[in-house]
């Protein structure tokens, strides 16, 4: 679930750039720009980039050579923390409160999948009705030219819609055109080229990736925004490149096509799929459009790629939000209490691999007591006293007991020379020494033993 959480960051950034940049130039700068910078949205809220944190901490450490760290201590509370016990696995409460939340996230995904897909096919149904199998020779001829000029070479079906139907393009693979505007005519080439350019940039793929995102991230209004500005972008640069290069004539025909496309009737399920094209849209959109179109812009595109390459980047560093997934290995006849305390664990010390005794020395909660037996007891005043194993309950019978409080350490040293410290709250009595253990504080772990 953390994973979902930092590409709904990282999404939720890029829109956020999105807009810091879109409406402070408002019109004058090319819908194109706008439209690749929300395909980088679209895939930083679909790829997990965790991989991206080791590049930069590498990057970062060749370019700034620092001293290597003396320890780090990592706060197991609300990290996922995972014990293994043989081939058992048990993790800490934070993980459980996690699958808790996934449980409730995937039902709701789940709900919008089937509705979904209920659109789905009641679209295909529509599709299986019009005639795809055969094309006439003017039709052929036609879309021919058509595919040419806009270098698509995937086989593309053009279907003549019936009366009062609006130009859409179904499927990426195989995608149909269903064209209601005569073969050969004006109105039907400019239609057939603005779903063209829709086919060649797969922009049915992108919306049905803008729907992903969506249903993937339910919860975030960023999300919710996408989806809203990549439907209306996608139309947007589609019109400034079918009109690149055309008179003002033609714009103002093409304009009044989008128009008389809009007061047309329309398949309502359709028009909501969103994984499909269509020349037509609502009114508001449409007096977006014609403003859009009437606006003049700049385009560079070797420009805007450097621009969308530079905000991926800065984007790219909410990588850095990713959270690691802590290990600890028990023995395979560790008991459950060993297990249970090391769930319930408050931190976890790691040292540098190869470090020795003078490199962590100074290091933390380390410096606050010396390992001078392998089970020891350390009060406030820093008194370090030793703790046998074999020593019962009944030993400590007689004592009228006078405890203080500390802290009890037992160190292990492992035959790969490292060795391991748990440490825990304790209370030890000053008369007999019985020591009572308390819940544990941390382990510290060395890959050389220091001791």
Same mark, same amino acid.
């Given at each position: 679930m953390?994973?979902?959480?930092?590409?709904?960051?990282?999404?939720?950034?890029?829109?956020? =750039?999105?807009?810091?940049?879109?409406?402070p130039? $408002?019109?004058? #700068?090319?819908?194109?720009l706008?439209?690749?910078?929300l395909?980088?949205?679209?895939? /930083?809220?679909?790829?997990?980039?965790p991989?991206?944190?080791g590049?930069?901490?590498?990057?970062?450490?060749?370019?700034?050579?620092?001293?290597?760290?003396?320890?780090?201590?990592?706060?197991?509370?609300?990290?996922? !923390?995972? #014990?293994?016990?043989?081939?058992?696995?048990? #993790?800490?409460?934070?993980?459980?409160?996690?699958? @808790?939340?996934?449980?409730? %996230?995937?039902?709701?995904?789940?709900?919008?999948?089937?509705?979904?897909?209920l659109?789905?096919?009641?679209?295909?149904?529509?599709?299986?009705?019009?005639?795809?199998?055969?094309?006439?020779?003017?039709q052929?001829?036609?879309?021919?030219?058509? $595919?040419?000029?806009?270098?698509?070479?995937?086989?593309?079906?053009?279907?003549?819609?019936?009366?009062?139907?609006?130009t859409?393009?179904?499927?990426?693979?195989?995608?149909?055109?269903?064209?209601?505007?005569?073969?050969?005519? %004006?109105?039907?080439?400019?239609?057939?080229?603005?779903?063209?350019?829709?086919?060649?940039?797969?922009?049915?793929?992108?919306?049905?990736l803008?729907?992903?995102?969506?249903?993937?991230?339910?919860?975030?209004?960023?999300? %919710?925004?996408?989806?809203?500005?990549?439907?209306?972008i996608?139309?947007? +640069?589609?019109?400034?490149?079918?009109?690149?290069?055309?008179?003002?004539?033609?714009v103002?025909?093409?304009?009044?096509?989008?128009?008389d496309? *809009?007061?047309?009737? *329309?398949?309502?399920?359709?028009? +909501?799929?969103?994984?499909q094209?269509g020349?037509?849209?609502?009114?508001?959109?449409?007096?977006?459009?014609?403003?859009?179109?009437?606006?003049?812009k700049?385009?560079n595109?070797?420009?805007a790629?450097?621009?969308?390459?530079?905000?991926?980047?800065?984007?790219?560093?909410?990588?850095?939000a !990713?959270?690691?997934?802590?290990h600890?290995?028990l +023995?395979?006849?560790?008991?459950?209490?060993?297990?249970?305390?090391?769930?319930?664990?408050?931190?976890?010390? /790691?040292?540098?691999?190869g470090?020795?005794?003078?490199?962590?020395?100074d290091?933390?909660?380390v410096?606050?007591?010396?390992?001078?037996?392998?089970?020891?007891?350390?009060d406030?005043?820093?008194? &370090?006293?030793?703790?046998?194993?074999?020593?019962?309950?009944?030993?400590?019978?007689?004592? *009228?007991?006078?405890f203080? *409080?500390?802290? =009890?350490?037992?160190?292990?040293? $492992?035959?790969?020379a490292?060795?391991? &410290? $748990?440490?825990?709250? @304790?209370?030890?009595?000053s008369?007999c020494?019985?020591?009572?253990?308390?819940?544990?504080?941390a382990?510290?772990?060395?890959?050389?033993?220091?001791?």
């Open positions: 953390e994973y979902l959480l930092v590409m709904s960051l990282s999404g939720s950034t890029m829109m956020v =750039l999105y807009l810091l940049l879109k409406y130039l $408002k019109d004058k #700068v090319s819908a194109r706008y439209y690749l910078i395909k980088e949205a679209v895939l /930083f809220f679909l790829i997990p980039m991989f991206l944190k590049w930069y901490r590498k990057l970062i450490r060749t370019a700034i050579p620092r001293r290597q760290p003396k320890g780090v201590r990592i706060p197991v509370a609300w990290t996922r !923390y995972v #014990v293994h016990v043989g081939e058992k696995t048990y #993790v800490n409460s934070y993980g459980i409160i996690q699958t @808790a939340v996934v449980a409730v %996230w995937l039902l709701i995904v789940c709900i919008m999948m089937v509705r979904l897909f659109k789905y096919f009641r679209i295909r149904r529509l599709i299986l009705t019009y005639e795809v199998t055969e094309m006439t020779e003017k052929q001829s036609f879309l021919a030219e058509m $595919k040419k000029q806009y270098g698509v070479k995937r086989p593309v079906m053009l279907c003549q819609g019936r009366n009062g139907d609006h859409m393009t179904f499927g990426v693979c195989r995608p149909v055109i269903i064209c209601g505007k005569e073969t050969g005519s %004006w109105e039907a080439e400019m239609h057939v080229r603005h779903e063209m350019v829709h086919i060649k940039r797969l922009d049915v793929l992108w919306k049905m803008a729907r992903l995102v969506l249903i993937l991230h339910w919860w975030n209004p960023f999300a %919710w925004m996408l989806r809203r500005e990549f439907e209306r996608c139309e947007y +640069s589609c019109d400034e490149i079918v009109m690149q290069g055309r008179t003002s004539g033609e103002k025909e093409y304009l009044g096509q989008l128009i496309e *809009s007061c047309a009737a *329309s398949d309502k399920d359709a028009a +909501s799929m969103g994984w094209n020349f037509a849209d609502d009114a508001e959109h449409i007096k977006n459009r014609i403003r859009n179109l009437s606006t003049k700049k385009w595109r070797y420009v790629w450097m621009l969308a390459a530079v905000l991926a980047f800065a984007n790219s560093m909410t990588v850095f !990713y959270r690691d997934t802590y600890q290995e +023995s395979e006849n560790a008991s459950q209490e060993e297990v249970t305390g090391a769930l319930r664990v408050h931190d976890f010390s /790691f040292t540098p691999d470090a020795d005794g003078e490199a962590i020395k290091y933390g909660e410096e606050e007591f010396e390992i001078i037996y392998d089970k020891q007891f350390i406030t005043e820093r008194n &370090i006293y030793p703790c046998m194993d074999e020593e019962t309950d009944t030993t400590y019978e007689s004592c *009228s007991h006078d203080v *409080s500390g802290a =009890l350490a037992g160190h292990t040293k $492992k035959s790969d490292s060795c391991e &410290i $748990k440490q825990y709250h @304790a209370q030890r009595c008369k020494g019985y020591v009572v253990r308390g819940e544990r504080i382990v510290y772990t060395y890959e050389v033993c220091p001791h």
